[in-house]
């Protein structure tokens, strides 16, 4: 960890080249994880076929997905168009095996009549989760949306009643039925669905600058779309409904579309100890 720490602090100021141009400030530079950082004088990131945006005061949010390159490559764009190449280095993970069984088979091999359903869900989430709105509500820092046993961990390559399935793109946090969720942050409803084929009743909260938190299997929900949120409101309840082998919460993160490991969050928030350029 301590060397992670030390590369993370070389790479800060490799990156920077300029200090006052491009700063990491907090988060965790490393596949499925996500920064908060400050590119003065940039309006725009961009790395791939992505774009970042980047406010007036030069802040920036970048999120890595589960596989991406451990050296990225990055543009930062100027107003006038102009481009500086900068190189950004992720510390790699390994992911676990995760073997679930007991879900209705229905879930896991779909006939052909749930296609229209699952293709319906797909573009609802979609619609929900590509929105980049210029309101900083993610500034205010986030919290974990209740407490209880992590049951499936980011990034797990699932295996289904034997079948291997895509990679496990959110968290799951195991608690009993009625169990209150929170809003993980500050932000407005831009999903409240009930009866999604996967994701059962959920709920998808815009924090923005292209973040969203998700929140799936719900028992009941208690808000409705475009409602405005502050931190810790209450959402809805655990439940088990969608592709679930028992009540948990999926809670799951999305910037720009790409799914990172909602947990590395609470490292945004505005304290010394998560600050990885004073480590
Ligand atoms: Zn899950």
Sequence with gaps: MKIYKLICLICSFICCGNAEAFEI???????????????????????????????????FLLAFERDASKDLNMSLIKKDGTEKQQLLLLRTNKWDVQKISGISQ?????????LAAIKDERRQVQEAVSMVT??????????????????GK?????????????????????AP?????????DGEVVLAANDLFYTGNVVIV?????????????????????????????????GKTGRVSGPHLHWGATLNGIRFNPITLLQLNNSEKNNISSL
């Design 134 to 151: 210029k309101i900083p509500y993610w500034k205010n820092g986030f919290m974990q949306p209740l407490n209880g046993r992590v049951s």
């Design 206 to 238: 815009n924090h923005g600058y292209g973040l969203q938190t998700i929140y799936a299997h719900l028992n009941e929900i208690s808000v409705k779309n475009g409602q405005k949120l502050k931190k810790g409101d209450l959402i809805g309840k655990v």
């Design 25 to 59: 400030k907090f988060g965790s530079l490393e596949q499925g994880g996500i920064v908060y950082g400050t590119a003065k004088g940039y309006t725009e990131i961009k790395i791939g076929e992505r774009r970042f945006m980047v406010d007036d005061n030069g802040d």
């Design 106 to 114: 229905k879930k896991v091999t779909p006939s052909a009549n749930d």
């Design 154 to 174: 980011f990034g797990g390559q699932r295996i289904m009643n034997g079948h291997k399935m895509n990679p496990h793109n959110g968290m799951d946090i195991a």
């Design 177 to 185: 039925v009625g169990t209150p969720v929170a809003a993980a942050g």
